[in-house]
Structure formats: structure tokens, C-alpha cells
């Protein structure tokens, strides 16, 4: 935002380089002033005699889409005696051009509004409409010619947002931290002119820029519609035809002349930075009106949001009720298509439980063949190891070494007291294994609640949105959006209203709360119990935990074994003895692990099972749920009218104090981008050389092959330039209501757009 009028100022004046509009710059500079036109009575239109020139200059406000918000005029008057003024001089007429901005993000369109700080593939689109035309004979047929304007459009891409840019009819000039973007057209031209196929000549009436955005934020986009374009054509000389294309030539020389003029260019705008004190004063007064009228309106978007929120408390409770229903009956739909996801995922692990059983004795059996080489290596005698009987030979081994007794009685005392322990640890074992069991089963259920109630709520909100907005049901609403009833800026509005209600602190409280008292609900809370006590009463599930008390009491023999106590009775046993020990512990503790996975698999393999009847029990509760909604729905219609008319005061008092509270933070912009006017000036110099070459390709590529058109068809173009050269001198006296035999001048229409997300 800091930058925002040293880019405004930029792009007038990369317009003004290009169409050779300085006047605008010079008129600034010598004071000239404009004047808002609105609704007022007609202005005088008479010009003093001595009058040499009557210049007008349109300025068209418009939000981002194109769409005119309001209109500006601004007439200077130069006299024979070399003085100017200013003035109105005329009544609203109807805009010659219409501008249209079509966005569009990764391939589908966006409503502006939409767009801001988003990233991704973009596309803007200016479609140039002429709406001024007429009907004139050309040789012997009844054609219809349209006024001839010029349009060029100009926006500023910051490099740190855009990437990649490329235009469609049009130019780039990069400074290294800026892109510029110019983009031209002849909108009815190509109607006008009629070109023959056999021509390879497409005059645009549209363009089209393409960037890479992150965090999207565009400034205004200025366009500057000029029918000057033939204003030299001479249609009473016989040699007119011939003076055109000599002059479609000369085209290129004279963007030399005007870039040679970029200089005295300059020079008025440091006269014009000179000035900016009394311009700073201005701003400085506008900035405290803004702020008092911010307040203002502050207050009254309070009032009507203390009476929407009164309003809401009435609806509030149907609504909870609608809401807490129509998600049960979306929500057991979607929980029993939650359920066969879980039961396809845990079928898929299933499926990998005897990998991971095999490769997991693979293992074992490896550590077991080495222990078996080691023993050997050492010369003990033992017969091969198995995972069944390991732990019986290398009891043997060390009950052969010395001192059989002590490890003996050691391990005598330790197997009683951990077996003295079993029934304790089969009892941690089943709650450790009911409570894994129980989470997740709750957790699915949860997942699926969750999604179900979201959705019952966003169909809710739709439906209201869409009945406050329009007064339409749902259904009603989309048969008139497909028949083209309602337009995208429409739809795009109350998709974006919908999304923001959504979004609402208010809203995702009645999610949470829909789904906390659905958990807690007897359905609930009964099919998660049936669920886990259907797991826990599995053959698998009492295998599993038997094994894994198995492992266990192994699991602690082995620990205890391995503790410093029974260690300090085994200090005494031989040498050998100690190592065949370490050797068995190592082993019974890898057994433990083995015994793990064992158990683990055949956990999954027991919650697939489970998954299996969660599904089935959630199809009985979908039948119960579909009554219970049907009855809250009528409530709800009856308070949604009352709801909705006290959130529309709101909002309307909403955007009004957003709106204030903009308009002041513009002020205060202003105000603090006005050092940044030198800025400008000097990228607008750099960019000077690639205006020319720009300029030169369009001599290139759009003049020389009109001429070569107008050598080839001569009689029958030159009927059609002449009839519309006519129509381009006659449109500014058309407009202005001046009389153009007597008083010369220029027209010209400034297209300025709202910014996005800056």
C-alpha cells in the first residue's frame, strides 16, 4: 500500500508515453481541475467566439471487474488570446467503451475479491467492447461502422508477487523489481474494416496477461480509450487514401518523438513535486473528514450488529435443532461410508501380517544360528536352535557348566515369583488391549461424525444464504443460476458470503457442539461399546492377549534375570556359564519382541474384523436417523425469515462502516505515498527504451499490414476508412454536445479500476 500512488502514477504515465496524451500531464501541472459529474442539470454549451480548442478528459471509476461506479469530467478550454479555464460543459452522456476484467486462478474463474492473496497460475482478461457505432452506405450496401477508438490498458506487477508474465497484445518493460504491462486494442475495428480471410491481419480487441502469483495484490489498472487514431484523415481529399498509409508508415518516427518528449515530461512533474506542500495540506484536511466519517458509521455498524445478534438468539435454537438432526441423518450416511474406508485400510494392513510375522522369525531364526555357531565355536555341545526349543537347550548348556546350581535355583526363584504375577499381567494386558481397542474405535467414529455434521451444517448455511440473499429455495436457486438467471458476480457473492458464515466463530461452535452430544449420545456411545466388546470376545483378541501375557512373563523373567540381584548370586558361575546366561537373555528378550508383533498382528487382524461390524451397525442407525430430520426442518423455516433480515441490516452496516474505514485508510495512503511520486518518475525513464521498441513491433506488425491492405483493396477500404474517419471527428462533438465546425479539441476516456487486496 505504500506504494500504491507511485504505481498509480506510473501507469498514467506509461499511458500517456504511449498515445502521445502529454496534454493530460501539461493540464495537471497548469492547475486544471477536476469536477465529479453527477446528477447535475445541463451545463452551459456555448463557447466564446475566440475559442481555439475545447479538450475533455473522462475519468471512469470502476470496481475490479469493470463494472462503472462513477463518472468524472473534466473540460479545459483554450482561447485565441492564449488563456485557459476550466470547466463542465456538458450532461452525462453514455460511456463509448465498455471495459471488462475477467479473472481467473489455476484454470477456473475468480471473483476479485476472491483472487486477493491467493498463489497460483493467473490470468487476466481485458475485454474492449465499442458501443458507439452506426450505419452507413458503402459502396451500394447498408454496413454498420463503429467509432474508432484506440484503447490501451497499463498495470503494474510487483516481482515479488509475479513471475513468468507474458501478455496477449501487448508489451512488458521489467525494471528488475516491477513488471510493466501495457496492453492495446482496437475494439470494432475488425467488424468495421471487414477484413478478407485471405489477409493476415487480426486487429485485438481484447488482452490477456498471464503471470505466476504469490500472494496476489494488484494495484489499479488504468485504460485510456482515444479516437484520435484517424483524426488526420482528410475524407474530402481525393489523396487521402495514399496520405493514410504514408502516415501509417510515419507511425514509428513519431514514437521517437514521443519518447524525445519523455524529457519535458520530466520536468513538469518536478514542477508538480514543487507544489506538493499545498497538495500535502489538502490530504492532510481529507484525512480528517475520512477518519471522523469512519467513526460515524463505526458506531452505526455496532447498533445493527447488537440487533442482528438479537435476532440470531431467536433462531438460534431451531437452528441448533435443524442443525443437530439433519447432520445425524447426513452424518450416519457418511459414517457408514467413514466405516468401509476403516475396514478397506485395515484389511490392507491385515494383509501384510504374515510378511511381518515371517520376517520377523526370519530374524530370530538368524540370531538363534548364530548363538548355535558361537556355542559350538567355543565347544559346547548343542543341538540346533529353534524358536520352540532354544531356551530348553541353552538350559542345558548352562545347567552342564559350572555353577548349574546357583543359576538353577536362581532361575527356579524367579519363574515362581512372575508366575506368582500372571494373572495381574493377563489383567493389564486385557485393559491395555480394551483401551487401544476403544480409542480406535472412537476415533473413526468420531472422524465420521464430524464430517457428517459439517456437512448437514454447510447445507444449512447455503440454504439460509441463499433464501436471505434471493428469497429462492436451494433448488429454485440453482434452476435459475444454470438457466443464466443469475450472474457470476451474484453467484460469486453469495458463495463467498456462504463461505464466510461458514468460517464464523458461531458456526464451528454449533459443529463442535453437534458433535460433542452426538458422541455422548446413547446410539453412539452403544454401537462403540458393541463394537469393542464384539473385538474384545474374538478368537484373535484372546489369542493375542494371551501371547502377549505370554511374552510378558517372559519379558520379566528375562528383566529380572538379567537384574543386578541375579547377577551378583551368578558373579561366582564360571566364566562360560555367565556368557551362555548373557547369550539366553538376549535371546528370551528378542523373544519378548517377537511375541510383540505376533500380538500386534493379530491386533489388526482383530480391529479389520470390528471395522467390519461397525459398518454394518452404522447402516441400522442411518434408518432411525432420516425420522428424526424430517420433523426439525419445518421449525427451522419459520424463524430463518426473521434472522435473515436482521443479518442483512447488518451487513449492509457492515460494509458502510468497512467502507468509511477504507476510505480513511486511502486518505492516510495518500498521504503517505506522495514521496514516492520521484520513485515513479525515475522507473518510468528506464522503461522509456523498451516503450519504443514496443512501439516500433506494433508499426511492424499492425501497420505495415494494414497498408499493404489498403494497397491491395484500395477502392473498397478506402470507402470504409473515410466513412469511419467521419465517425471518429464527429464523436467528440457527439458526446461533448460542441459544435466540431468551429471548435477543435480532444476527447479522451481514463478507465481507472479498484485495487485487490492492497
Known amino acids: ?218 494495484g489499479s489498472v488504468y485504460t485510456l480509450a482515444s479516437n484520435d487514431m484517424l483524426s488526420d ?25 514521443l519518447l524525445n518528449g519523455a524529457q519535458a515530461l520530466s520536468e513538469g512533474l518536478n514542477t508538480l513535486l514543487s507544489k506538493s506542500g499545498v497538495l500535502s495540506d489538502g490530504v492532510d484536511a481529507l484525512c480528517s473528514g475520512a477518519d471522523q466519517l469512519a467513526t460515524g458509521a463505526g458506531a452505526l455498524s455496532t447498533g445493527a450488529g447488537a440487533l442482528a445478534d438479537g435476532a440470531k438468539d431467536v433462531n438460534n435454537g431451531a437452528a441448533q435443532l435443524a442443525s443437530g438432526t439433519g447432520s445425524l441423518l447426513i452424518g450416519v450416511e457418511q459414517l457408514s461410508g467413514g466405516a468401509d474406508q476403516l475396514l478397506a485400510g485395515l484389511q490392507q494392513l491385515s494383509s501384510n501380517s504374515a510378511a511381518l510375522n515371517q520376517g520377523a522369525e526370519a530374524v530370530f531364526s538368524s540370531l538363534l544360528s548364530a548363538a548355535e555357531t558361537q556355542l559350538k565355536a567355543n565347544g559346547l555341545s548343542v543341538s540346533s536352535l529353534t524358536v520352540s526349543n532354544y531356551q530348553g537347550e541353552l538350559n542345558q548348556v548352562i545347567a552342564s557348566l559350572d555353577p548349574d546350581a546357583v543359576y538353577a535355583a536362581a532361575l527356579s526363584q524367579v519363574t515362581a515369583a512372575v508366575e506368582a504375577q500372571r494373572s495381574q499381567i493377563e489383567a493389564m494386558v486385557t485393559e491395555a488391549v480394551r483401551e487401544q481397542a476403544t480409542a480406535a474405535v472412537t476415533a473413526a467414529v468420531r472422524q465420521s461424525v464430524t464430517e457428517q455434521v459439517s456437512a448437514a451444517v454447510a447445507a444449512t448455511v447455503r440454504a439460509q444464504v441463499i433464501q436471505a440473499a434471493t428469497g429462492m429455495t436451494e433448488a429454485e436457486y440453482e434452476a435459475a443460476a444454470a438457466n443464466g438467471m443469475i450472474d457470476e458476480a451474484t453467484q460469486a457473492a453469495i458463495e463467498a458470503q456462504i463461505a464466510a458464515q461458514l468460517a464464523s466463530t458461531e458456526v464451528q461452535a454449533q459443529i463442535d457442539a453437534a458433535v460433542a452430544a452426538k458422541m455422548t449420545s446413547e446410539e453412539v456411545q452403544a454401537l462403540i461399546a458393541q463394537n469393542v466388546e464384539a473385538q474384545m470376545a474374538s478368537e484373535e483378541i484372546r489369542k493375542a492377549i494371551a501371547d502377549n501375557t505370554e511374552a510378558q512373563v517372559q519379558k520379566a523373567i528375562a528383566d529380572t534375570m538379567a537384574g543386578p540381584e541375579v547377577q551378583a548370586q551368578l558373579s561366582a558361575a564360571a566364566e562360560g556359564a555367565q556368557v551362555v546366561i548373557a547369550l539366553k537373555t538376549s535371546l528370551d528378550q528378542y523373544n519378548a519382541f517377537y511375541m510383540g508383533v505376533k500380538s500386534y498382528t493379530a491386533g489388526v487382524d482383530a480391529a479389520a474384523q470390528g471395522a467390519a461390524a461397525l459398518s454394518s451397525g452404522a447402516a441400522e442407525l442411518k434408518s432411525g436417523a432420516g425420522k428424526l430430520a424430517d420433523g426439525s426442518a419445518a421449525l427451522l423455516a419459520g424463524t430463518a425469515s426473521l434472522s435473515g433480515g436482521a443479518d442483512e441490516l447488518s451487513g449492509g452496516a457492515a460494509k458502510l462502516s468497512d467502507g468509511a474505514g477504507s476510505l480513511a485508510a486511502g486518505t492516510h495512503e495518500l498521504r503517505d505515498g506522495l514521496p514516492a511520486l520521484l520513485d515513479g518518475i525515475t522507473k518510468l525513464r528506464d522503461g522509456s527504451q523498451e516503450l519504443r521498441t514496443g512501439m516500433t513491433q506494433f508499426n511492424e506488425e499492425g501497420i505495415e499490414r494494414l497498408a499493404k491492405l489498403v494497397t491491395e483493396d484500395a477502392e473498397g477500404l478506402a470507402e470504409r476508412l473515410k466513412a469511419i474517419a467521419v465517425l471518429g471527428k464527429a464523436y467528440p462533438a457527439a458526446y461533448t454536445g460542441l459544435d466540431a465546425e468551429t471548435v477543435g479539441g480532444r476527447l479522451h476516456f481514463i478507465y481507472r479500476t479498484d485495487a485487490i487486496g492492497e
Open 233 to 257: 484523415y482528410d475524407e474530402n481529399d481525393p489523396d487521402a487514401l495514399n496520405k493514410l498509409v504514408s502516415s501509417m508508415n510515419d507511425l514509428t518516427d513519431a514514437a521517437d518523438r
Open 1 to 218: 500500500m505504500k506504494n500504491m500512488h507511485n504505481r498509480a502514477l506510473a501507469l498514467i504515465l506509461c499511458l500517456a508515453l504511449t498515445l502521445g496524451c502529454v496534454s493530460l500531464v501539461n493540464a495537471v501541472n497548469t492547475g486544471k481541475r477536476t469536477e465529479e459529474r453527477t446528477a447535475a442539470p445541463a451545463a452551459d454549451t456555448e463557447v466564446p467566439s475566440e475559442t481555439v480548442s475545447d479538450n475533455e478528459a473522462v475519468y471512469v471509476l470502476t470496481d475490479a471487474s469493470g463494472a462503472v461506479k462513477k463518472v468524472i469530467v473534466s473540460d479545459r478550454i483554450q482561447r485565441a488570446d492564449g488563456q485557459s479555464s476550466s470547466r463542465q460543459t456538458q450532461e452525462d452522456a453514455a460511456l463509448p467503451i465498455e471495459v471488462r476484467f475477467t479473472y481467473r486462478l489455476d484454470g477456473c474463474e475468480i471473483a476479485p475479491a476472491s483472487l486477493a492473496g491467493k498463489s497460483g497460475k493467473v490470468e487476466i482478461r481485458i475485454d474492449y467492447k465499442n458501443l458507439v457505432s452506426e450505419v452507413r452506405d458503402i459502396n451500394g450496401k447498408q454496413e454498420k461502422l463503429y467509432v474508432p477508438f484506440l484503447t490501451v490498458s497499463a498495470l503494474l506487477l510487483d516481482n515479488e508477487h509475479f513471475s513468468n508474465v507474458t501478455v496477449e497484445n501487448g508489451k512488458l518493460v521489467n525494471d528488475g523489481s516491477r513488471t510493466v504491462v501495457i496492453g492495446y486494442a482496437l475494439p470494432g475495428m475488425n467488424e468495421s474494416l471487414a477484413l478478407p480471410e485471405s489477409v493476415e491481419l487480426t486487429i485485438p480487441d481484447h488482452v490477456t496477461i498471464t503471470a505466476d502469483a504469490t500472494d496476489f495484490r494488484l
